[in-house]
Antibody, heavy 115, light 107 residues
Framework: EVHLVESGGGLVQPGGSLRLSCAAS????????MSWVRQAPGKGLEWVAN????????YYVDSVKGRFTISRDNVKNSLYLQMSNLRVDDTAVYYC????????WGQGTLVTVSS | EVVLTQSPATLSLSPGERATLSCRAS??????LAWYQQKPGQAPRLLIY???NRATGIPARFSGSGSGTDFTLTISSLEPEDSAVYYC?????????FGPGTKVDIK
């Protein structure tokens, strides 16, 4: 069974940094695209970033380019999102999702950016 | 950026009725359109990928159709557990985008 478990969320001040992790199990992680998708409180879904299986190709939504970095460790079966220069409008539940079709999602981790 | 528009914003129907949800793209996304269901406090769940392919474990009452810029998710006979927000999403071009969602209420 596929499991994706996010961690690392919390309260951070504007301008601060946070690193999210997603631990994966139950599927061939090293052969899978992986993604981060977020959802602001009471709002819809927004794609944040994608990383190809080998980790060399990365894609970002414009609003996080230069501030967020997606990475992965195929030995540890883990996905990461390094977030810096955080803004109030980055406040959201962050989900990791696997594969090209996002058939599997984690439970999400809440990031709150507030002073 | 491909902008996805969903209609209606809210749909209120009774159990057993047919629900038809629409998703329109600002430019062609070929067949690279997916549908997700999200219930309160839960992660999204993939229903349909690439226009008409049901994801594993999805009941046959859910079906997808369309191509290019106009897509439809049909729930043939609503069950009480189908109460949720439904999002369409395109993977044809970067950035990947979602529609704003259609809320389905079961009377």
């Amino acid at each position: 069974e596929v499991h994706l478990v996010e961690s690392g969320g919390g309260l951070v001040q504007p301008g601060g940094s946070l690193r999210l992790s997603c631990a994966a199990s139950g599927f061939n992680f090293s052969n899978s695209w992986m993604s981060w998708v977020r959802q602001a409180p009471g709002k819809g879904l927004e794609w944040v970033a994608n990383i190809k299986s080998h980790g060399n190709d990365k894609y970002y939504v414009d609003s996080v380019k230069g501030r967020f970095t997606i990475s992965r460790d195929n030995v540890k079966n883990s996905l990461y999102l390094q977030m810096s220069n955080l803004r109030v409008d980055d406040t959201a539940v962050y989900y990791c999702a696997s594969g090209a079709f996002w058939a599997n999602w984690g439970q999400g981790t809440l990031v709150t950016v507030s002073s | 950026e491909v902008v996805l528009t969903q209609s209606p914003a809210t749909l209120s129907l009774s159990p057993g009725e047919r629900a038809t949800l629409s998703c329109r793209a600002s430019q062609s996304v070929s067949s690279y359109l997916a549908w997700y269901q999200q219930k309160p406090g839960q992660a999204p769940r993939l229903l349909i990928y690439d226009t008409f392919n049901r994801a594993t474990g999805i009941p046959a009452r859910f079906s997808g159709s369309g191509s290019g810029t106009d897509f439809t998710l049909t729930i043939s006979s609503l069950e009480p557990e189908d109460s949720a927000v439904y999002y369409c999403q395109q993977r044809y071009d970067w950035p990947l985008t979602f529609g704003p969602g259609t809320k389905v209420d079961i009377k």
